[in-house]
């Protein structure tokens, strides 16, 4: 008992910096130099914490989980499940974003900003680069260079390794257990620092994009949050209700903690501690959550993915171009891979925005004008990423306790 009341804590400690926090933003709307100087930097030093401590939760988390699943092909039928659903779940999420923004206009009634838009994108790789991008040609370059992807790779051969070497490969198992505990102790640490974190990250965010940014664009942001809700609730209460019986209001409940963290870090990867500790919370085995939700914070971006939908709506429409029923198709399959190349760090999404835009012919200079208020799109996106992991591990972990009753029977 004592241990919930002191975690409920947490997060109501959360929700009021998160408040205090923007409240201080609105406040200082007019010396948003002071907010980007003097408060910026202290939520800066708490993502930092929380990369710090990401590589090595990954790495040893998701080898953990291969070992203490002990068979490979229980790997295998776990892993085919986890991205089937992150599969299906984001071109459902695309969909979703196309259909509001083509139904609701998104882009009536914006008249594009005289003079010239001037955008230079960062090169989008391509599919095939994205693909050779996630085997390291080197073990230790990834942890330092924090590439998500290829420290998923190490993590699943290090814990198939350790697997076939059998006897001999007992030590490696207990050093990998050892360490992870060490891991999520620090983990535990940084997250006690929450409430400091989340007021310095949003403070500066409103003291910056004060109202008058947001006003010509907020019906972007109006279609894209009204996709994010509607997608959580339809399809999340709907999976775990259906594949796992769960309720959907204990579901979201119990997120609130990551879903508030991932709203004012804007970071899948960050909010990581806090989706697990969630997940476990709802039940869901240790061996299931910490390799499918590592994995689901690199490759399943549904809410990247219903923002992208809404964005190359938008920007066709403001530039007048028509898009075929075969063009919004081609935005699926793109915005479903580019989600799955999208880094869990903030900002990613509108990089991997310009592989959809091209992938269509779209101008590129059309980011530009959502670039402005690509944070406040980016919280919202990031809820609804983290919250799809979770309710992925909750499906799979209950498919999991369902094999294992049978067996049990037999
Ligand atoms: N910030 C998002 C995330 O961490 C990625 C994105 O920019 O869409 O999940």
Same mark, same amino acid.
């Given at each position: 008992?004592?241990?919930?009341?002191?975690?409920?804590?947490?997060?109501?400690?959360?929700?009021?910096?998160?408040?205090?926090?923007?409240?201080?933003?609105?406040?200082?709307?007019?010396?948003?130099? +002071?907010?980007?100087?003097?408060?910026?930097?202290?939520?800066?030093?708490?993502?930092?914490?929380?990369?710090?401590?990401?590589?090595?939760?990954?790495?040893?988390?998701?080898?953990?989980?291969?070992?203490?699943?002990?068979?490979?092909?229980?790997?295998?039928?776990?892993?085919?499940?986890?991205?089937?659903?992150?599969?299906?779940?984001?071109?459902?999420?695309?969909?979703?974003?196309?259909?509001?923004?083509?139904?609701?206009?998104?882009?009536?009634?914006?008249?594009?900003?005289? !003079?010239?838009?001037?955008?230079?994108?960062?090169?989008?790789?391509?599919?095939?680069?994205?693909?050779?991008?996630? +085997?390291?040609?080197?073990?230790?370059?990834?942890?330092?260079?924090?590439?998500?992807?290829?420290?998923?790779?190490?993590?699943?051969?290090?814990?198939?390794?350790?697997?076939?070497?059998?006897?001999?490969?007992?030590?490696?198992?207990?050093?990998?257990?050892? +360490?992870?505990?060490?891991?999520?102790?620090?983990?535990?640490?940084?997250?006690?620092?929450?409430?400091?974190?989340?007021?310095?990250?949003?403070?500066?965010?409103?003291?910056?994009?004060?109202?008058?940014?947001?006003?010509?664009?907020?019906?972007?942001?109006?279609?894209?949050?009204?996709?994010?809700?509607?997608?959580?609730?339809?399809?999340?209460?709907?999976?775990?209700?259906? +594949?796992?019986?769960?309720?959907?209001?204990?579901?979201?409940?119990?997120?609130?903690?990551?879903?508030?963290?991932?709203?004012?870090?804007?970071?899948?990867? !960050?909010?990581?501690?806090?989706?697990?500790?969630?997940?476990?919370?709802?039940?869901?085995?240790?061996?299931?959550?910490?390799?499918?939700?590592?994995?689901?914070?690199?490759?399943?971006?549904?809410?990247?993915?219903?923002?992208?939908?809404?964005?190359?709506?938008?920007?066709?429409?403001?530039?007048?171009?028509?898009?075929?029923?075969?063009?919004?198709?081609?935005?699926?399959?793109?915005?479903?891979?580019?989600?799955?190349?999208?880094?869990?760090?903030?900002?990613?999404?509108?990089?991997?925005?310009?592989?959809?835009?091209?992938?269509?012919?779209?101008?590129?200079? !059309?980011?530009?004008?959502?670039?402005?208020?690509?944070?406040?799109?980016?919280?919202?996106?990031?809820?609804?990423?983290?919250?799809?992991?979770?309710?992925?591990?909750?499906?799979?972990?209950?498919?999991?306790?369902?094999?294992?009753?049978?067996?049990?029977?037999?």
């Amino acid at each position: 008992m004592k241990k919930s009341g002191k975690k409920l804590s947490l997060t109501a400690k959360i929700t009021i910096s998160l408040i205090l926090g923007i409240l201080a933003g609105i406040a200082l709307q007019n010396y948003s130099d +002071f907010a980007v100087s003097y408060v910026k930097p202290f939520g800066t030093i708490y993502l930092n914490l929380i990369k710090m401590i990401v590589v090595p939760v990954v790495l040893l988390s998701i080898t953990q989980g291969i070992v203490s699943l002990q068979d490979i092909r229980k790997v295998g039928s776990i892993g085919l499940r986890t991205v089937l659903y992150y599969l299906c779940t984001t071109a459902l999420a695309v969909t979703v974003g196309l259909l509001f923004a083509n139904v609701l206009n998104v882009g009536a009634g914006y008249v594009l900003p005289a !003079g010239e838009l001037s955008y230079t994108a960062s090169e989008a790789p391509s599919i095939m680069d994205t693909i050779v991008n996630i +085997f390291p040609s080197n073990a230790f370059e990834p942890l330092v260079s924090a590439t998500m992807l290829q420290v998923i790779v190490l993590a699943l051969f290090l814990g198939f390794g350790i697997i076939l070497a059998g006897e001999k490969g007992q030590t490696a198992a207990n050093v990998v257990d050892s +360490f992870a505990e060490v891991a999520f102790r620090i983990m535990d640490m940084i997250i006690q620092l929450s409430p400091i974190g989340v007021f310095a990250l949003i403070c500066p965010v409103v003291a910056q994009n004060g109202p008058a940014v947001l006003l010509p664009l907020l019906k972007v942001v109006l279609v894209a949050y009204t996709g994010y809700i509607v997608h959580m609730v339809v399809v999340y209460s709907a999976s775990v209700k259906c +594949f796992a019986g769960m309720s959907p209001l204990k579901f979201f409940r119990e997120m609130s903690r990551p879903m508030l963290f991932a709203f004012s870090s804007a970071s899948s990867v !960050g909010t990581l501690p806090f989706n697990m500790e969630a997940t476990e919370r709802l039940g869901v085995k240790k061996e299931i959550s910490s390799f499918v939700l590592p994995l689901g914070a690199t490759i399943n971006m549904d809410g990247t993915a219903i923002y992208q939908g809404v964005c190359a709506i938008f920007i066709a429409q403001i530039f007048g171009i028509d898009l075929s029923l075969t063009q919004q198709l081609t935005i699926i399959l793109t915005a479903t891979l580019a989600s799955i190349g999208t880094a869990g760090v903030p900002g990613s999404g509108m990089i991997m925005l310009a592989m959809v835009l091209q992938s269509v012919g779209l101008p590129l200079e !059309g980011i530009a004008l959502v670039a402005g208020i690509d944070r406040i799109l980016d919280m919202g996106r990031t809820v609804v990423n983290i919250t799809g992991d979770a309710s992925c591990a909750i499906c799979v972990d209950a498919r999991e306790k369902k094999k294992e009753a049978k067996r049990a029977k037999k």
